[in-house]
């Protein structure tokens, strides 16, 4: 059975499809996303990167999120009313709740402030994920 990551992303999509197009790249058809977008142009754009399957809106994000293993967004993901208002209170609730491992860009637009971390670049995020987090989960798989 391979691994299953939902990628989550709002306004254009740019962030979820740098994830998924580089995912991909590295692991191919080893991994199953799932795009989540907030809203259908995210969406859209995570499925041309090359997700394998999409969804949009609170309830897709919200019954996805108890389906996967791994969960990829922007911190702004896990705060009600995050992206402008893009995630709604369940949204951000299903993506706490779920028993997925999550992992968070510290990236937000919100008057949220991650003390410690330092402010990489996405495209060193991205690999980050995939050389630290992703590798190795599939190791253990």
Do not use: W
Not at 79 to 104: D, N, Q, Y
């Amino acid at each position: 059975m391979r691994m299953r990551i939902a990628v989550i992303d709002g306004y254009g999509g740019g962030i979820g499809s740098a994830i998924v197009k580089r995912v991909k790249e590295e692991f191919g058809e080893k991994i199953e996303i799932i795009a989540l977008g907030t809203n259908a142009i995210a969406t859209t754009q995570m499925m041309k990167a090359g997700a394998n399957k999409g969804a949009t809106g609170e309830n897709a994000i919200v019954y996805n999120c108890k389906q996967v293993d791994v969960i990829i967004g922007s911190l702004g993901i896990v705060l009600a009313h995050g992206m402008m208002g893009e995630v709604t209170p369940k949204m951000a609730e299903a993506v706490s709740a779920s028993p997925a491992r999550k992992l968070l860009l510290p990236l937000v637009q919100e008057n949220v402030e991650i003390l410690g971390v330092a402010g990489e670049p996405l495209p060193h995020l991205v690999e980050d994920i995939i050389k630290k987090y992703i590798k190795e989960m599939m190791e253990n798989v």
